[in-house]
């Protein structure tokens, strides 16, 4: 059993800084891939970075310059650093990583982190 567990969401103005967390939990034998999606109210759910097992790192357009991904591999922790935030941040994020355990290699959710930013 695998679990994934953000934090550090909440409600901040424009223009302010957030730094979300996903601990990843369980039977693991090794972590890939982590990244961050995130929903907004009425709309699908859409990458926001990944960040591979080597480090290399992807962002959507919409974030690259305002957000920082990056990875404690020893805390099996991801973390996404959220600066410049702007109103059409607001949404759900989720944190996902594919995950090794003793028997399968499959890709798991967190449960979600409200971030509200207000103007």
């Known amino acids: 059993q695998v679990q994934l567990v953000e934090s550090g969401g909440g409600l901040v103005q424009l223009g302010g800084s957030l730094r979300l967390s996903c601990a990843a939990s369980g039977n693991i034998v090794d972590i890939y891939d982590m990244a961050w999606f995130r929903q907004a109210p009425g709309k699908q759910r859409e990458p926001v970075a990944r960040i591979s097992s080597s480090e290399h790192t992807n962002y959507a357009a919409s974030v690259k310059g305002r957000f920082t991904i990056s990875r404690d591999n020893a805390k099996n922790t991801v973390y996404l650093q959220m600066n410049s935030l702007m109103p059409e941040d607001t949404a759900v994020y989720f944190c996902?990583?594919?995950?090794?355990?003793?028997?399968?290699?499959?890709?798991?959710w967190g449960q979600g982190t409200q971030v509200t930013v207000s103007s």
């Open positions: 996902n990583a594919f995950i090794r355990t003793a028997g399968i290699t499959e890709y798991y």
